[in-house]
C-alpha cells in the first residue's frame, strides 16, 4: 500500500497522559500536514512540514501539542497532559508541494476518558 | 463569518437523483478548491480537485467553480447508495502558508435504494 499511513488507528487515554501518534507519507511527498476533525465538523489545520522544517502551526496547536518529523521521512505528533477536549479524529495528509492537492491518511481517533 | 460555509445537512435522496452540493468562502487568497468523500471514521478521500472558475467533469460528478461570486458545487448525476458519505468541500491558496486546506463543515449525503 503506497498510501499515507497513520498508526494507531486508535487510541483511548485517561485525562492527563501523554499519547503519540504517528504519520507515515507517500515516499515522494516532502510536504506533511497534520488536522484535527471533530465530530460533525470539517478537519482543521494543526501544522505542516516541508521536508524536517515545521513551517506553520496553527493558534488550535497549544503547548501541549508537538510535531516533530526528524528525517523529513514519517512524523509524530505528540499531546502531553491530555484532555477530554482533545478528544477528536487527528488527520495526516502529504503532496509534492504547495500546488498539490493533499491526500490524507485513515486518521487515529483518540478518546480521553 | 466562517471562511468556508457549507450547506447544512444532512440530505436524502431516492437512488438516481441529482444531487447538488454547494459552499461559499469569503477568503480571495483561495485558488485551489477541492471535493473530498468521507466515509463514517475513515479519512477524507479525494474526488475533485479544480484550479480557477468553470467546470470540471469526471464520471458521474461535476465540480463548478465562480471565484466572482466565492461559490462552488458538486453536482452528482445518477447517485448511488454506494455514495452515500460525507462530502467536505476544502480550499487552499497558491504558496507556503496558504498551501494548508481549509475545510466545509461537511454535510451527510444518504442515497436512498
Known amino acids: 500500500d503506497t498510501g499515507v499511513s497513520q498508526n494507531p488507528r486508535h487510541k483511548i487515554t485517561k485525562r492527563g497522559q501523554n499519547v503519540t501518534f504517528r504519520c507515515d507519507p507517500i515516499?515522494?511527498?516532502?510536504?506533511l500536514y497534520w488536522y484535527r476533525q471533530t465530530l460533525g465538523q470539517g478537519p482543521e489545520f494543526l501544522t505542516y512540514?516541508?521536508?524536517?522544517?515545521?513551517?506553520?502551526k496553527s493558534r488550535l496547536l497549544s503547548d501541549r501539542f508537538s510535531a516533530e518529523r526528524p528525517k523529513g521521512s514519517f512524523s509524530t505528533l505528540e499531546i502531553q497532559r491530555t484532555e477530554q477536549g482533545d478528544s477528536a479524529m487527528y488527520l495526516c495528509?502529504?503532496?509534492?508541494?504547495?500546488?498539490?492537492?493533499?491526500?490524507f491518511g485513515p486518521g487515529t481517533r483518540l478518546l480521553v476518558l | 463569518q466562517k471562511e468556508v460555509e457549507q450547506d447544512p445537512g444532512p440530505l436524502s435522496v431516492p437512488e438516481g437523483a441529482i444531487v447538488s452540493l454547494n459552499c461559499t468562502y469569503s477568503n480571495s487568497a483561495f485558488q485551489y478548491f477541492m471535493w473530498y468523500r468521507q466515509y463514517s471514521r475513515k479519512g477524507p478521500e479525494l474526488l475533485m480537485y479544480t484550479y480557477s472558475s468553470g467546470n470540471k467533469e469526471d464520471g458521474r460528478f461535476t465540480a463548478q467553480v465562480d471565484k466572482s461570486s466565492k461559490y462552488i458545487s458538486l453536482f452528482i448525476r445518477d447517485s448511488q447508495p454506494s455514495d452515500s458519505a460525507t462530502y467536505l468541500c476544502a480550499m487552499s491558496g497558491l504558496t507556503g502558508a496558504n498551501s494548508k486546506l481549509t475545510f466545509g463543515k461537511g454535510i451527510t449525503l444518504s442515497v436512498r435504494p
Open positions: 512540514f516541508q521536508n524536517e522544517a515545521q513551517l506553520e
Open positions: 515516499s515522494e511527498h516532502n510536504r
Open positions: 495528509a502529504s503532496n509534492k508541494g504547495g500546488k498539490e492537492t493533499q491526500y
